[in-house]
């Protein structure tokens, strides 16, 4: 029942450290170095960011769940860096705070990242865009955002500071590989019904280019853990009222498939450099 397991009485960072043993277990390595979590239309770039030594379900590992959602990967990889000894964990998939499991399932991956050895994690996600000139498919770093849940992954008195939680270094770096890189700040809803065209106004003159389900939640648990945090959207469709066109998820997943070849080589160059 939804509601017991949202009455969670056991520990998060007990239970990433689980999980992260699970996973040192599964993989044969004792330790990953950067972890990266793929949203909609990110699944297809796994294979562009290097050799997979080993992959689990993520059904497998304590915490996590089956995937929910379609061009959504139910597996978690353990994937060689270039040609060095380093290793990323690739998570297929996310747990959105939509589903309705608690914020704790939404940032458990993030945990078990840092549990796992993780010092820096690339948190991608599928987004509606707010200016005309992305169009569908086009990538955007995010340089901040706007946590519109009313939420918080921090339990207790912890008053994490989130001034450049986005890390510059790191988007210096993206900028860098991609000069056409673009930034744009992140505004997470809570989902799953996609935003009026009001509400994209709203978002836009609170300062917002992006609009999406995911991401901040687990950007603020991934500080809380001390790891360096890179956002990068895929502008999938443009948001509502900003195109005539109503949105799809189809659509969606279709624009996803068309930027992967781009998509895939910029996560690969970025995680070689970070
Ligand atoms: I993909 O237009 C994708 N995810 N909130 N709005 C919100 N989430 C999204 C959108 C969108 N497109």
Known sequence: ???EQCVDTQDPFVLAEQAAAVIAEGTGVARHDIALVLGSGWGQTADLIGETRASLPHDAVPGFAKAAVAGHSGTMRSVAIGDSDRRALVFGTRTHFYEGRGVRAVVHAVRTAAAAGCRAIVLTNGC????????????VLISDHLNLTGQSPIEGANFVDLTDLYSPRLRELAQQIDPDLDEGVYVQFRGPHYETPAEVRMARVLGGDLVGMSTTLEAIAARQCGMEVLGVSLVTNAAAGISPNP????????AGQAAAARCGKLLARIVVAI
């Open 128 to 139: 509606g865009g707010l200016r005309a000139e992305w169009a569908p498919g086009t990538p």
């Open 1 to 3: 029942m939804a509601e």
């Open 247 to 254: 949105l799809s998820h189809a659509e969606v997943v279709e």
